[in-house]
Antibody
Framework: DVQLVESGGGLVQPGGSLRLSCVGS????????INWVRQAPGKGLEWISYISGGSSTIYYADSVKGRFTISRDNAKNSLYLQMNGLRAEDTAVYYCARMEVGYFDFWGQGTLVTVSS | SYVLTQSPSVSVAPGQTATITCGGN??????VHWYQQKPGQAPVLVVY???DRPSGIPERFSGSNSGNTATLTISRLEAGDEADYYC???????????FGTGTKVSVL
């Protein structure tokens, strides 16, 4: 079965940094494009970043560009999101989601990031 | 930026049909995907490419897309269908992947 498991969330002060991880199993991780999608408390879904299987293509939403960095280590079946300069509005559940052609076919259970002093 | 607009909520009796719309400029020219999200859970893909269903999704879930509106239809509504539903498209190389505002489906 396809599985994606996120970790690394927690409480961080404004301006701080955090690194999220997502480990995939049950599919060809290195061949799959993976994304980060977040959901603020009580709000809708917001796509924030995409990385292709070989890391050659990367996209960011304007809301995180210049502050967040997506990366992956296919040898470890792992995806990362380095988040710097965190703001209160970055408080959300962060999901990693595998991408098929244009849609997200499998999602992790999410990890909560809270930015607060 | 590309915006997808959904009605905030829909309430339908069990056994009836729920219709959820997703409005966007010329959305009929794009492939639309739909997700179901129950409280405290991750989203689940229920329809992709306008009207195809992933394996394991009941035939009660169907989709269509034309003009400026895409539609997710849930027939023979069950209590377990109560959830938030989001549409999503690829909006090009400036907006990338865009989600709709979400519709809460309540089963009366």
């Amino acid at each position: 079965d396809v599985q994606l498991v996120e970790s690394g969330g927690g409480l961080v002060q404004p301006g701080g940094s955090l690194r999220l991880s997502c480990v995939g199993s049950g599919f060809s991780f290195s061949s799959s494009s993976i994304n980060w999608v977040r959901q603020a408390p009580g709000k809708g879904l917001e796509w924030i970043s995409y990385i292709s299987g070989g890391s050659s293509t990367i996209y960011y939403a304007d809301s995180v560009k210049g502050r967040f960095t997506i990366s992956r280590d296919n040898a470890k079946n792992s995806l990362y999101l380095q988040m710097n300069g965190l703001r209160a509005e970055d408080t959300a559940v962060y999901y990693c989601a595998r991408m098929e052609v244009g849609y997200f076919d499998f999602w992790g259970q999410g990890t909560l990031v809270t930015v607060s002093s | 930026s590309y915006v997808l607009t959904q009605s905030p909520s829909v309430s339908v009796a069990p056994g009836q049909t729920a219709t959820i719309t997703c409005g966007g400029n010329n959305i009929g020219s794009k492939s639309v995907h739909w997700y179901q999200q129950k409280p405290g859970q991750a989203p689940v893909l229920v329809v992709y490419d306008d009207g195809d269903r992933p394996s394991g999704i009941p035939e009660r879930f169907s989709g269509s897309n034309s003009g400026n509106t895409a539609t997710l239809t849930i027939s023979r509504l069950e209590a377990g269908d109560e959830a938030d539903y989001y549409c999503q498209v690829w909006a090009g190389y400036s907006d990338y992947y865009v989600f709709g505002t979400g519709t809460k489906v309540s089963v009366l």
